[in-house]
Every structure is written in structure tokens, then in C-alpha cells.
């Protein structure tokens, strides 16, 4: 009977002792997996604010990450980086507004927006401008 008692007295600590355990296990990973939350949110903020601070790629950026590739050489007639001869045709035709609606629609072997699906219509204009530029 005091045998019984007593098992049933350690049975029940034992239980709380577990449950106590556990509880302060799920603290120390909600503890650890913190500064991982925090770490995402100020990612998050970081980027909403280049945004904001109006963080678009330069012309030249553009240029060099998805238009050099044909623009450079002139591969498959495409006009040349400030090259006055295969541009100015294009400018005199239809300006700078027509070359622009040309390059985010596409026209002929020139793909739609030269490829860079995640430019803005002025990152694709900025980079217009710089292969234009001083021609
Ligand atoms: C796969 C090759 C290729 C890539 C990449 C490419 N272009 Fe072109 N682009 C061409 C070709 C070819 C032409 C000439 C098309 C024609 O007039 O027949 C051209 C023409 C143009 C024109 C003149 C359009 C007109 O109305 O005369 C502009 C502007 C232009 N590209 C901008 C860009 C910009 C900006 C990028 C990068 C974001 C880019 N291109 C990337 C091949 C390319």
C-alpha cells in the first residue's frame, strides 16, 4: 500500500518533470529559430527600401547582363553599342519611343525585352539610352 502510494507520487512528478521538459525545449527552439525570423524581415525591409530609394539597374547594367550578347558584335543584325551608323536609321525612322516599343515587344531576332524578363520598361529604356549614347 505505501509502495503504491509512492509509485503513484514519482509516476505523477515524473509526468510534470516530462511535460516541464518539453515545454522548455519548445522555448529554446522558438529562441533559436528567432534570429532567423529576424534575419528574414530585415532581408524583406532591406529590399522594400532599395525600392523605395528608387534601386532600378542602371542602363549599363542592363546592357552588360542582357543585351551585350547580340548588341556587342551585332549578332543577327542587331545595331552595335554607340554605334552612330546602325542606329541613327533606326532613331530617324521612329525615335526613341519607337525603338523602346520595338525592344519591350520585340521585332524580328530581337527577343522581347532582349531577353531580361525582369526589367522594368525604363531599365529596358535606361539601356537603350546607353547604347545610344553619344551617337
Ligand atoms: C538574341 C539577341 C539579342 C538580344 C539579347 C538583345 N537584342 Fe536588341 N536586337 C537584336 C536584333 C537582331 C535587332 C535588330 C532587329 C531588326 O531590326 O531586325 C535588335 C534591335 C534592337 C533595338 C532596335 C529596335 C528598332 O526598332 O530598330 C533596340 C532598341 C534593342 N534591340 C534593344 C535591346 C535591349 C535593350 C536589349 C537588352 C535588354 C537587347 N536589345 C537584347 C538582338 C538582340
Avoid at 521585332?107 to 539601356?127: F, L, Q, V, Y
Wanted: hydrophobic share 45%; proline share 4%.
Amino acid at each position: 500500500m505505501k509502495l503504491k502510494t509512492w509509485l503513484t507520487v514519482a509516476a505523477t512528478a515524473l509526468t510534470v518533470f516530462a511535460a516541464q521538459a518539453q515545454e522548455m525545449s519548445n522555448d529554446e527552439i522558438a529562441e533559436r529559430i528567432k534570429p532567423l525570423g529576424q534575419v528574414h524581415v530585415a532581408g524583406a525591409a532591406a529590399q522594400g527600401s532599395a525600392a523605395a530609394a528608387g534601386g532600378a539597374k542602371s542602363g549599363e547594367d542592363v546592357y552588360n547582363s542582357a543585351c551585350v550578347a547580340c548588341h556587342a558584335a551585332g549578332v543577327l543584325g542587331a545595331p552595335k553599342l554607340q554605334n552612330a551608323a546602325d542606329w541613327q536609321p533606326r532613331l530617324d525612322d521612329r525615335g526613341l519611343d519607337g525603338v523602346w516599343q520595338n525592344a519591350l515587344n520585340g521585332i524580328n531576332a530581337m527577343p522581347p525585352r532582349g531577353t531580361c524578363g525582369n526589367c522594368s520598361d525604363d531599365e529596358i529604356k535606361a539601356a537603350i539610352e546607353y547604347m545610344i549614347e553619344g551617337i
